[in-house]
């Protein structure tokens, strides 16, 4: 991708303050609100039709674990086959953090 810079005339920047296109710029501001109306921002979508339906949310959800737990899979593979682990020390390592997370449900549910 290429970048076109634009040289603008001497009359043209004296017009702005700095060479900065001010809109960009997020700084706080201290002055009066003058906005009208409420914040919308940070709401949900107003259409539900926006939302995704249940179905597609749940086969979205499918694909994500399926390639995390591939991802995983492969460097584990790839750990075993360098020789920089054991599938033994792999073992261990994975029964060892499946029990902290054991423990760490009963707490918080007790």
Same mark, same amino acid.
């Given at each position: 991708m290429t970048f076109k810079r634009i040289f603008t005339s #001497? =009359? =043209?920047v004296a017009e702005r303050r700095s060479g900065l296109n001010r809109r960009w710029i997020? $700084?706080?501001y201290g002055g009066v609100e003058r906005r009208r109306?409420? %914040?919308r921002r940070d709401e949900g979508p107003s259409d539900p039709? %926006? $939302?995704l339906p249940q179905a597609e949310r749940i086969e $979205?959800? #499918?694909k994500l674990l399926l390639t995390t737990t591939?991802?995983? #899979?492969?460097l584990a593979r790839l750990l075993v086959a360098k020789?920089?682990?054991t599938r033994a020390e792999l073992m261990d390592m994975l029964k060892t953090i499946h029990d902290e997370y054991q423990h760490k449900q009963l707490d918080e549910e007790s």
């Open positions: #001497e =009359s =043209s997020k $700084a706080p109306g409420r %914040d039709g %926006d $939302a $979205a959800l #499918e591939v991802h995983l #899979e492969t020789g920089i682990m």
